[in-house]
């Protein structure tokens, strides 16, 4: 049997260059390759017509590209596309494109499926199958990033890693992708424009600020109140609050970046008074803002949104306390697409 072929994305540029040198072609042709496996983007190695017929048969008998494709694309009717984004084994992740009036936001996947088991989030019901590659990363940025020069006429401003999976327990790969996209070899993005969502995993967190990340830090808190945020995220019983601000502080202090907490409310869950007391002291821990999710409903309606008046007294509260809130509403809802409606439905 033949040995399997190598996915050629798998090495780095310094690897291509060594590949070329020692098949007795001159090192250069590697950074060509290299520039149409990333800033271009191609699927097949006929594309690359600067490089030689035989240098592209050559390529072809030795590597694969294990390009992700759209299997397909819908949009909603007030301008979100979702992609169904096949890989190269046959599982399908979801990606999300927000276009607002001033920019584009992507909102890419980092698993297939989920390990946690976040009682209000749909991609939970889809257990963890696998880790994403930083190249399948890459492709889901780089296939919205096309799509938001065709409809919107502008590259991608804004990478958000709010799909599918958590993002600090892919923490390697999500990285990579990150240095792939931020590079100029890449797509070139700005990190301050990239933002990391995380239910919070304190070890990473901490990590992150050692290796002096750029991106945006966000958490989902959704309870300041180990019992209630337990009962919802059940993570939160490995992870107990009290680590997760621990980590926050570190982050801080190391980074000097607020923290955006991002926070649903429900009726019944965390609409007392104490919950907001909670969410106010716990705000107080390092500088941050709070985003105040609109809940997207995904089954049998046993989770609620609160009422807009308990929506206004966490506001009040909040600001009465000079803490930054804003009320993020939910984009592409007719189409499945918003924050926890990613589940392969289609
Ligand atoms: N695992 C990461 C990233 C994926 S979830 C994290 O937890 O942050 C992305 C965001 O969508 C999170 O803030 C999550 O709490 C939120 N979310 C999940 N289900 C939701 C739902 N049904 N309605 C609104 N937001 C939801």
Redesign the pocket.
């Known amino acids: 049997m033949k040995p399997k072929k190598k996915d050629i994305r798998a090495l780095s540029k310094e690897q291509l260059r060594d590949f070329f040198e020692a098949n007795g072609d001159k090192a250069f042709r590697g950074n060509q390759v290299y520039e149409w496996l990333w800033s271009k983007s191609t699927h097949s190695f006929d594309d690359m017509t600067n490089v030689s017929k035989a240098t592209r048969e050559m390529l072809q008998e030795n590597f694969v590209i294990n390009h992700v494709e759209v299997d397909s694309m819908q949009r909603s009717k007030d301008g979100t596309v979702k992609n169904a984004v096949r890989l190269h084994d046959g599982l399908i992740v979801e990606s999300v494109l927000i276009p607002t009036d001033t920019r584009t936001t992507a909102?890419v996947?980092?698993q297939v499926g989920?390990s946690?088991d976040?009682k209000?989030?749909?991609?939970?019901r889809l257990k963890r199958m696998r880790n994403l590659n930083p190249d399948e990363i890459y492709d889901q940025v780089a296939a919205i990033n096309k799509e938001s020069l065709l409809y919107y006429n502008h590259k991608l401003s804004n990478i958000?890693?709010?799909?599918?999976?958590?993002?600090?327990?892919n923490y390697n790969n999500v990285i990579k992708s990150i240095e792939k996209i931020t590079s100029p070899e890449g797509l070139g993005m700005s990190p301050k424009r990239i933002t990391?969502?995380?239910?919070?995993v304190p070890k990473i967190i901490k990590k992150m600020a050692d290796d002096d990340v750029k991106f945006n830090l966000?958490?989902?808190?959704?309870s300041a109140i180990d019992e209630v945020r337990t009962s919802i995220?059940p993570f939160n019983a490995t992870f107990p609050l009290k680590e997760l601000k621990e980590s926050l502080v570190y982050w801080y202090e190391k980074t000097q970046r607020r923290i955006t907490y991002?926070?649903?409310v429900w009726g019944g869950i965390n609409d007392r008074k104490e919950d907001i007391e909670a969410l106010v002291n716990f705000c107080k821990y390092v500088p941050c803002k709070v985003?105040l999710?609109?809940?997207?409903?995904?089954d049998d309606g046993e989770?609620q949104q609160a009422s807009p008046q308990t929506i206004n007294n966490y506001i009040s509260n909040l600001e009465m306390n000079d803490i930054i809130v804003n009320v993020r509403r939910?984009r592409g809802k007719d189409i499945d697409a918003?924050?926890?409606?990613?589940a392969n439905k289609s």
């Open positions: 909102c996947s980092s989920c946690l976040c209000f989030c749909a991609t939970s958000v890693f709010m799909g599918m999976g958590e993002p600090l327990m990391v969502s995380t239910s919070g966000a958490v989902s808190l959704h995220m991002e926070y649903i985003n999710i609109e809940y997207n409903p995904i989770f939910s918003a924050c926890g409606q990613l």
